[in-house]
Every structure is written in structure tokens, then in C-alpha cells.
């Protein structure tokens, strides 16, 4: 059937840059190539690029230009939010709260303030991933001053209740941070009727290009700069921007609230098709995840007597590309993060599958992949003496 063709199915890692984005980003690399800072016409035109990207961003969003960063992507955004609070309301507090399944640019960004004396709840999980309001209402205290707490996860597409979680931040006077790289361009989103203080974003989760993100920071936010140097960003992040990247984002970010509901209807329905077929035809197989408040584009399973690993070389041999969890942390040969907090052992969480679609999908690589992925999880399973002794009923 699609021997020759390789499917893509990992667009939480990345996605490629849409052809509408690329043309708007081209002449900034060859023509319009002035400095923003720059007070000539040059810089000029590069300026007034780099504000309608910043409107568009703000757009999207429900935001104000003026609230609107850029970085080099959503692990910088992680950071500065982080450090960068906790940094200027030290007098305030030194308590911040987030959840075990944040992405390790929050994770590990949060042990380094710990090491520096702050103080950090990671609030728990149900199986399927998503957070106890009535948890995170206990762990709050006099001290807290921050809560951080991602959209969508990356692995799983639990989308957590956003709106809830910011309006009782907001009623205790907490900023209230979102890692929202994987939601933008699937969830619709708006900051203010969210009460969302700040959200990080990355451009290549959504058609446009890598090396760029950006930071919703609500107006008022008492926040330290990250990266010192020039004044670029009005003075909150310094470097010279990536004009390209930054048109690059604003368009992609256009396009993919624009369409948002087509985006997803067809995601939907290829994502059903998937894991009603997954389920059915796969025997001791576990979906991940909420089973409705999820991504549109996530299917995560776990196999039960086979290797992860073992697992994704297979597809890529039939030319089928996925993952075992973040993208960031393929290269670990430790069980994810994720997948432990929600209470799976070391052995099952193992044995993970990540499958998430996008706009270059069709009905018929699903129908290649639930020809092939049976095939391979029996043949793997063949190979195991514990498989052996389930099936034989011993």
C-alpha cells in the first residue's frame, strides 16, 4: 500500500512549516533584512513586521500587542516566567505550585529555584492526568505566589480546566502561568475570560517555524527580565529579533486560529477511527489520556509485554514515524514521567505509543497504520516468554 511513502504521525514533536508561512517568511531573509532597532527605513520596515506579527499573536489570543514577547521558543518562555516571578515577588512569597506532568522546561527549572530556597508543590494527577481543583486549592498558601500549570500535556493530551484554575488564582491574588505549547492551534483560547496572567507558546507546534515562541505577559505583571542585553521587546528581552521566525510565527498563528473548528472536525474524526481501531484490534492495550478532554490530534497507548523502543523502530521500517512521549526526551531510556504519575508501573509505562495527526494526515494512513501496528505489536510480543505465558493462560 504506502511502502514507499513515509507517514508522519508525531506532529506534538513538530510540524513542518506551512507553504503560506515560508512565502511570508522569505523576503525578510533577502529584501525587507533591516534591523528593527534600526532608525532608517530599513529597520523601519523590519519594525512594522515584526508589529503585525505581534498583533496577530495578540489576536489569537485574546491579548493586547503590547502584552505579546517573543523568544526563542517555549522553553526560554518556561524559564522567564519561573525565575522571572519568582525572582520579583521574593518579598511577596517563595511558594509556587505546579503539577508532576509539566514539561521538563518547567520541571527542571523548578528544582533549580528549590535550590535556591523557594519552595515547590507538585500537585498530583488522576489516571488520566488531570489535576484536582480541590488540590490545588489545599496546597495554596500565604506564601504562594505563582501557579504554573501546562494547557494540554504533551504526552498524553489531557487539557486541564483552565478557566477554573485561573479563576481561583485570581481570586487569591496568584499569578497564574500556562504552558500552552501544545494547545494553540487545538483548544481555543483567550487570556482575559481565562484569567490567564501569562502563556508560553512555541511556533513550530503549529505549521511555523523553529527557534521561535513567544510570552503573553498581562499587563501589570510584576516580572524580571531573563536575558539582559539590548533593548529589544520594549525592553523586556534582549537580542536582536528573528524577524523571519517572528513573521513566520504571527502567520502560522493566524492560520491556525483561523481554522481552528475545520482543523479539528477533521482531526476528530481520524483520531476516532484510530483508537476505536487501536483498541480493537490490539488485545491488552491501554489508552492514555483523558478519554474526551484531550487534544483533537493525540492517541497515546501503552502495550503491555513489548518495548517502546522496540516498538517505534518497527514503524519507522514501514515508514511510519511516532514517539514514546515527549520529543525532548527521546533519547532517555528511563519510563516517562507522565505516564508514572498517573500510576503506571515502570514495566507497562514502557511500552508507550504517542500517535499524534495533523493537517497532512488522511483516512488512509490511519487505515495503513492499523494494518501494520497489529502486525508489529504480535511480533514483538512473540518474543516474550511473559506474552507467552498470559496467552497460554499459565
Not at 521500517?317 to 505516564?339: F, N, R
Not at 497532512?360 to 490511519?366: C, K, L, P, R
Amino acid at each position: 500500500m504506502k511502502m514507499n511513502k513515509r507517514i508522519y504521525l508525531d506532529h506534538s514533536a513538530t510540524t513542518g512549516t506551512k507553504q503560506e508561512v515560508l512565502e511570508e517568511m522569505l523576503p525578510v531573509f533577502t529584501t525587507n533584512y533591516g534591523n528593527p532597532s534600526s532608525v532608517h527605513s530599513f529597520g523601519r520596515d523590519a519594525k512594522k513586521l515584526v508589529d503585525q506579527a505581534r498583533m496577530r499573536v495578540a489576536k489569537a489570543l485574546g491579548a493586547l500587542p503590547e502584552e505579546i514577547f517573543f523568544t526563542a521558543g517555549g522553553t526560554e518562555a518556561d524559564n522567564w516566567v519561573l525565575k522571572g516571578v519568582a525572582y520579583a515577588n521574593k518579598n511577596k512569597g517563595n511558594h509556587i505550585i505546579t503539577t508532576a506532568i509539566e514539561h521538563h522546561a518547567v520541571l527542571h527549572t523548578c528544582e533549580q529555584l528549590e535550590k535556591e530556597g523557594y519552595k515547590v508543590t507538585y500537585l498530583p494527577v488522576d489516571s488520566y492526568g488531570m489535576i484536582s481543583l480541590e488540590d490545588l486549592k489545599a496546597s495554596i498558601t500565604d506564601e504562594t505566589i505563582l501557579i504554573s500549570i501546562m494547557y494540554a500535556n504533551n504526552e498524553i493530551g489531557t487539557v486541564q480546566p483552565i478557566e477554573e484554575i485561573g479563576k481561583i488564582a485570581r481570586e487569591r491574588k496568584i499569578y497564574f502561568h500556562t504552558d500552552a505549547v501544545q494547545a494553540v492551534g487545538n483548544v481555543k483560547i483567550d487570556v482575559k475570560a481565562q484569567n490567564i496572567d501569562m502563556l508560553s507558546l512555541s511556533g513550530h507546534k503549529f505549521y511555523g517555524p523553529k527557534g521561535i515562541g513567544a510570552l503573553y505577559i498581562r499587563k501589570g505583571t510584576k516580572i524580571l527580565n531573563l536575558i539582559l542585553g539590548g533593548g529589544q521587546e520594549r525592553g523586556r528581552r534582549a537580542g536582536t529579533e528573528n524577524v523571519p521566525g517572528i513573521v513566520g510565527l504571527g502567520k502560522a498563528i493566524e492560520l491556525a486560529t483561523e481554522n481552528i473548528d475545520s482543523h479539528n472536525e477533521k482531526l476528530l474524526k481520524m483520531r476516532k477511527k484510530l483508537i476505536d481501531g487501536v483498541m480493537e484490534k490490539i488485545p491488552y492495550t491501554r489508552l492514555n489520556g483523558h478519554p474526551e478532554k484531550r487534544l483533537p490530534n493525540n492517541a497515546n497507548f501503552c502495550f503491555q509485554y513489548i518495548e517502546g523502543e522496540s516498538l517505534l523502530l518497527n514503524l519507522d521500517m514501514k515508514g511510519i514515524a511516532g514517539s514514546s512521549g515527549s520529543a525532548c526526551t527521546s533519547g532517555s531510556l528511563d519510563p516517562s514521567h507522565v505516564l508514572l504519575a498517573i500510576g503506571l508501573s515502570h514495566e507497562i509505562a514502557h511500552g508507550s505509543l504517542r500517535l499524534t495527526l495533523g493537517d497532512d494526515n488522511t483516512e488512509e494512513d490511519i487505515d495503513y497504520v492499523l494494518e501494520v501496528l497489529p502486525e508489529i505489536v504480535q511480533r514483538l510480543r512473540s518474543m516474550s516468554p511473559l506474552y507467552e505465558k498470559v496467552k497460554g493462560g499459565k
